[in-house]
């Protein structure tokens, strides 16, 4: 001091370690899924784009989010997690046909990878139907799983049957 006198204090400070903050594995999913993001490694978790944590949302686009986990010591870390939306395919059943008995119909859908139709047919299968009205629907699933569906109608119009007869009248 003024004096030329000294003093001592000492002072202990902790350094506390960061959170390992983990914001989870990246996710794909098909457009229109939702997706819950749950942070890991603190006690409470702030997420961007307003998402909230273990609470699901539908993601709109191909997105990076970002949580910030805080600590009960208060302190913060952050990480990231990727989530790809995928678009949903186009899937087409063909146009709805109206034809003759004895014509096979050819089922066959475009705008996927696999299909699965509600007929029990395979894909370019085609099958013999009785006179009537069919409704049958195709689910396509593209590389990426996404799935979409289409109707397919068709009607089987009976074969005329001719009665000929010897018979003449005057």
């Given at each position: 001091?003024?004096?030329?006198?000294?003093?001592?204090?000492?002072?202990?400070?902790?350094?506390n370690?960061?959170?390992?903050?983990?914001?989870?594995?990246?996710?794909?999913?098909?457009?229109g899924?939702?997706?819950?993001?749950?942070?890991?490694?603190?006690?409470?978790?702030?997420?961007?784009?307003?998402?909230?944590?273990?609470?699901?949302?539908?993601?709109?686009?191909?997105?990076?989010?970002?949580?910030i986990?805080?600590?009960?010591?208060?302190?913060?870390?952050?990480?990231?997690?990727?989530?790809?939306?995928?678009?949903?395919?186009?899937?087409?059943?063909?146009?709805?046909?109206?034809?003759?008995?004895?014509?096979?119909?050819?089922?066959?859908?475009?705008?996927?990878?696999?299909?699965?139709?509600?007929?029990?047919?395979?894909?370019?299968?085609?099958?013999?139907?009785?006179?009537?009205?069919?409704?049958?629907?195709?689910?396509?699933?593209?590389?990426?799983?996404?799935?979409?569906?289409?109707?397919?109608?068709?009607?089987?119009?009976?074969?005329?049957?001719?009665?000929?007869?010897?018979?003449?009248?005057?």
């Open positions: 001091d003024a004096n030329n006198c000294e003093g001592t204090d000492n002072v202990e400070v902790t350094v370690a960061l959170p390992t903050v983990d914001a989870g594995a990246a996710q794909a999913v098909c457009s899924d939702q997706v819950t993001l749950s942070g890991s490694g603190a006690v409470t978790y702030v997420w961007d784009n307003g998402i909230a944590d273990g609470v699901a949302f539908t993601s709109l686009a191909t997105t990076t989010y970002t949580v986990g805080t600590d009960a010591n208060n302190c913060e870390n952050t990480d990231q997690v990727n989530v790809d939306v995928n678009p949903i395919p186009t899937v087409n059943a063909g146009a709805d046909i109206t034809q003759c008995e004895n014509e096979e119909v050819i089922f066959l859908a475009t705008g996927a990878n696999s299909y699965t139709w509600s007929s029990g047919a395979t894909n370019g299968e085609g099958l013999l139907y009785t006179p009537g009205n069919y409704n049958f629907t195709v689910t396509g699933t593209d590389a990426n799983g996404c799935q979409d569906s289409d109707d397919f109608t068709f009607t089987i119009n009976g074969v005329p049957v001719l009665i000929t007869s010897d018979d003449q009248y005057f």
